[in-house]
Nanobody, 122 residues
Framework: QVQLVESGGGLVQPGGSLRLSCAAS????????MSWYRQAPGKQRELVAT???????KYADSVKGRFTISRDNAKNTMYLEMNSLKPEDTAVYYC????????????????WGQGTQVTVSS
């Protein structure tokens, strides 16, 4: 019923910047918590940043001060502005969202996007 699609990944040099987007579509009544996760090769998926519907945010210590999470509730879209990128930020980045779906919002679902690759290398 709902779909999340990430975009904006790519190859960037250390110190560079990228902006990821996550667009939700489908029979959406409301989107609550939205998050970005990442998974590097051979490592477990880790939480990068979270934003609730009201706008409060939380970040992993490793990205504080460099990454900014935001959302546009009117567009059902979440963003991740990534600055001062480091090689250790290389990973597949996934968006995740808690969504109320259906005409009356009675279907609660936790959805994942397909991921977008971010590679930080010179």
């Amino acid at each position: 019923q709902v779909q999340l699609v990430e975009s904006g990944g790519g190859l960037v040099q250390p110190g560079g910047s990228l902006r990821l987007s996550c667009a939700a579509s489908g029979s959406i009544f409301s989107i609550n918590t939205m998050s970005w996760y990442r998974q590097a090769p051979g490592k477990q998926r880790e939480l990068v940043a979270t934003i609730i519907k009201g706008g409060s945010t939380k970040y992993a210590d490793s990205v504080k001060g460099r990454f900014t999470i935001s959302r546009d509730n009117a567009k059902n879209t979440m963003y991740l502005e990534m600055n001062s990128l480091k090689p250790e930020d290389t990973a597949v980045y996934y968006c995740n969202a808690d969504i109320q779906a259906g005409l009356l919002g009675r279907v609660y679902t936790n959805s994942w996007g397909q991921g977008t690759q971010v590679t930080v290398s010179s």
